[in-house]
């Protein structure tokens, strides 16, 4: 068994102002640690977030940059949205 499973696979995930820290920092780790390329949206691109407990989370894109009908399509295998 592989212990990057998700090697070559694209993960899109949102962030925001006052976003849920440990349901955005524990699902993106544990996808990077298995392998997968992790792509952090937020309403800005290389901005950073605060989080309700302070952790900081700097976003890769900006949610208006990406076509959301992709999402369906093999350019994303995954798409994770934290709630508040």
Do not use: H
Not at 15 to 34: M, N, T
Not at 50 to 72: F, Q
């Amino acid at each position: 068994m592989s212990d990057t499973p998700l090697t070559g696979q694209r993960i899109l995930m949102f962030v925001g102002d006052i976003y849920e820290d440990l349901e955005l920092w524990y699902p993106r780790l544990r996808l990077i640690e298995a392998g997968a390329e992790v792509v952090v949206a937020g309403p800005a691109a290389d901005t950073e977030y605060a989080g309700k407990n302070g952790y900081p989370c700097r976003s890769t894109a900006a949610i208006g940059d990406i076509d959301l009908a992709e999402i369906a399509t093999d350019r994303w295998s995954g798409l994770v949205v934290p709630g508040g």
